[in-house]
């Protein structure tokens, strides 16, 4: 006789320690919740690695992996369940491959409500079917009531460059290369901190949080040469120019009155004592191409729904102290320098 097996009540339940100790609650909370929402045929080969097809003669595989804490879990324009797929898509985008697969990692704190867990799952599953990712492995674990905040999520992601295609990288910059930007800058990190409680201020900004993948390869039909992708995380677009002159040895010299960063953006840095070049965001790339490309790439990233805003703000310069600097809207020159200290804490 088969026994009867109460159903997960997601409404009104919660998560405890039972739900990752590796027996029938945790079977169950993987089959009613998890599979529900992320389930597809790889998934449900259900062993302890999911065999992946195979590669097409020249393509080669990319992988990456992340992590993300950020809090609230919730916030305009997203939650960490869509941003963790998000953020993973992204990473596999600009490196030039087609994003295909993630794994999931769930660390739950004791006590959660099942009925958040739903929807951020619910979430993820939806990010994951609009990018057209198959979330393929997963792993869920629970930790002591205090000892987590809520959810935290590990993903790694798998994607193939296409035969052919030359792989860009922040090595590949070179002097004379333009710097554009897909759009607005901030926004992201400055939504998640207008939904801080310790916030004083109401400010009406949506994280920007999206998969790129579709915007890079609508780059890559415009037929230019693409030298480096990068999307622009932690550490803002300071960090990110930072990181790719030490790499290519060269200077970028930044226009301020080019930059795309909405009034009310800049009004909540300037409230708070931030620099929005610092400000992380969640859907923007930083894309440098060799000068004569850069208004055909323009026009690609202006057609597609997420590059709207698109600017060139700079020109890859040759600088054997790989300064990046700024002409300012008064016009002196300023260092933008990398993050010093922690400024965003959780934002991702």
């Not at 009104?12 to 597809?40: K, P, W, Y």
């Not at 800058?185 to 790129?212: K, P, W, Y």
């Not at 600097?325 to 320098?337: A, I």
């Amino acid at each position: 006789m088969k026994k009867y097996i109460r159903p997960l009540d997601i409404k009104n339940g919660h998560v405890d320690m039972s739900h990752g100790a590796g027996g029938r609650a945790t079977s169950q909370l993987i089959r009613e919740l998890f599979v529900a929402h992320l389930g597809n045929d790889l998934l449900a080969q259900g062993d302890d690695g999911t065999i992946l097809p195979a590669l097409p003669e020249g393509a080669r595989w990319v992988m990456t992996t992340d992590g993300h804490v950020v809090s609230p879990i919730f916030f305009q324009g997203g939650d960490i369940g869509s941003l963790a797929v998000h953020g993973t898509v992204n990473d596999l985008a600009v490196m030039g491959a087609h994003p295909l697969y993630l794994s999931v990692s769930f660390i739950l704190e004791e006590g959660l409500s099942l009925a958040v867990l739903d929807k951020v799952v619910r979430s993820m599953g939806a990010a994951a079917r609009a990018a057209n990712v198959q979330i393929v492995c997963g792993d869920t674990k629970v930790v002591e009531r205090g000892k987590g905040d809520q959810i935290f999520i590990s993903t790694s992601g798998v994607g193939v460059v296409p035969t052919g295609r030359v792989t860009p990288s922040g090595s590949r910059a070179v002097a004379g290369d333009a710097v554009l930007v897909s759009g607005y800058l901030g926004d992201h990190g400055i939504a998640i901190m207008a939904q801080r409680e310790s916030l004083g201020f109401d400010i009406e900004v949506q994280s920007d949080s999206a998969s790129l993948h579709t915007l890079v390869e609508a780059i890559y039909a415009s037929g230019a040469i693409i030298h480096t992708l990068r999307d622009i995380t932690r550490g803002g677009l300071s960090a990110t120019l930072n990181e790719i002159a030490q790499q290519s040895h060269v200077g970028v010299r930044l226009q301020e009155a080019a930059l795309p960063i909405r009034a009310n953006v800049q009004a909540a840095c300037e409230i708070m004592g931030l620099d929005a070049l610092n400000v992380a965001n969640e859907g923007k790339l930083l894309c440098l191409v060799r000068a004569n490309d850069t208004e055909k790439v323009l026009a690609a990233m202006r057609a597609h729904p997420l590059g709207g805003a698109a600017a060139q703000v700079g020109t890859v310069v040759a600088d054997e102290h790989q300064f990046v600097t700024m002409t300012t809207h008064l016009g002196g020159q300023r260092v933008v320098d990398w993050l010093s200290a922690e400024q965003l804490p959780r934002i991702c």
